[in-house]
Nanobody
Framework: VQLQACGGGLVQPGGSLRLSCAAS????????MGWYRQAPGKQRELVGI???????NYADSTKGRFTVSRDNAKNTAYLQMNSLKPEDTAVYYC?????????WGQGTQVTVSS
């Protein structure tokens, strides 16, 4: 499975961004898809994740502001980020799990700054 993420960039505090992650290759039986992030000097952490049935799980820091969704027909997951804060600045990594293996995208930078 290959994951291609796009949509990062620079946004002002309070703004919005939408990331997308397209899966290709052996996409049948992909279970969970979602996003993690890693800020400088910090460990990678969960942002939000969605399983094949549509159930979601979010970090406390993103709950209520971020929304993960997916289009199974397009093998694509989305991350809608609203009310962005400077502490959301990080490299965001797309994630997918298929059977018992995990896959990661290349990462896209999100910078929240005035």
């Amino acid at each position: 499975v290959q994951l291609q993420a796009c949509g990062g960039g620079l946004v002002q505090p309070g703004g919005s961004l939408r990331l997308s992650c397209a899966a290709s290759g052996s996409t049948s039986r992909i279970g969970a898809m979602g996003w993690y992030r890693q800020a400088p000097g910090k460990q990678r952490e969960l942002v939000g994740i969605i399983n094949s049935g549509g159930s979601t799980n979010y970090a406390d820091s993103t709950k209520g502001r971020f929304t993960v969704s997916r289009d199974n027909a397009k093998n694509t997951a989305y991350l809608q980020m609203n009310s962005l804060k400077p502490e959301d600045t990080a490299v965001y990594y797309c994630y997918a799990r298929r059977v018992l293996k995990e896959y990661w995208g290349q990462g896209t930078q999100v910078t929240v700054s005035s």
